[in-house]
């Protein structure tokens, strides 16, 4: 059974760098195909897709947001790390973790973690 | 850079059948999957790849893709069923996910 959990600041002030850890079981990132993503959903909005690491150490990007995030993994604890950094108000959102295998949906969803961006 | 656009909301009666649009430039040549997601809950995958379901979802959930439109169609709609549902692609790396769509369930 796989099952993805997310952790990390509940509140961050402006400017401040994010980071988030996804810890995951069930599977391993080092199997070939594997991916973990990160998604995340301000207050009453849609999902927006942030970044993607796969077993080889293949990292994507939203282009929008690329030069603020980093997606790092640590296959030995069953981890994924994300930075954001510059934080701002609007980044104020629920953020989730999700299950891939290469190009194919997010088939299992972390609980999500909310983040909220004030002074 | 490429987007994905759902209506806003769709309502349906129960028993009848809901469709949900999703359009996209050649989206048709991708591949689309949709998720359901109920408040205050994670989202939940609902077909994958055009028109496959995961296990556990009821076989009412059904899902096309052609030209620039993906489709996620739900027959015999129950009230279970309201939510929001967000149509996903992939657009040569990126991730995309459509804007989403409320269905209500009268």
């Known amino acids: 059974q796989i099952t993805l959990k997310e952790s990390g600041p509940t509140l961050v002030k402006p400017t401040q760098t994010l980071t988030l850890t996804c810890t995951f079981s069930?599977?391993?990132?080092?199997?070939?195909?594997?991916?973990v993503g990160w998604i995340r959903q301000p207050p009453g909005k849609a999902l927006e897709w942030l970044a993607l690491?796969?077993?080889?150490?293949?990292?994507r990007y939203s282009p929008s947001l690329k030069s603020r995030l980093t997606i790092t993994k640590d296959t030995s604890k069953n981890q994924v790390v994300l930075t954001m950094t510059n934080m701002d108000p609007v980044d104020t959102a629920t953020y989730y973790c999700?299950?891939?295998?290469?190009?194919?949906?997010?088939?299992?969803w972390g609980q999500g973690t909310m983040v909220t961006v004030s002074s | 850079s490429y987007e994905l656009t759902q209506p806003p909301s769709v309502s349906v009666s129960p028993g009848q059948t809901a469709s949900i649009t999703c359009s996209g430039d050649?989206?048709?040549?991708?591949?689309a999957c949709w998720y359901q997601q109920k408040p205050g809950q994670s989202p939940v995958l609902v077909i994958y790849?055009?028109?496959k379901r995961p296990s556990g979802i009821p076989e009412r959930f059904s899902g096309s893709n052609s030209g620039n439109t993906a489709t996620l169609t739900i027959s015999g709609t129950q009230a279970m069923d309201e939510a929001d549902y967000y149509c996903?692609?992939?657009?040569?790396?990126?991730?995309?996910f459509g804007g989403g769509t409320k269905l209500t369930v009268l």
């Open positions: 999700a299950h891939t295998v290469v190009e194919d949906a997010f088939d299992i």
């Open positions: 069930g599977f391993s990132l080092s199997t070939s195909g594997v991916g």
């Open positions: 690491i796969y077993w080889n150490d293949d990292k």
């Open positions: 050649k989206l048709g040549d991708k591949y």
């Open positions: 790849q055009d028109s």
């Open positions: 996903q692609a992939w657009d040569s790396r990126p991730v995309v």
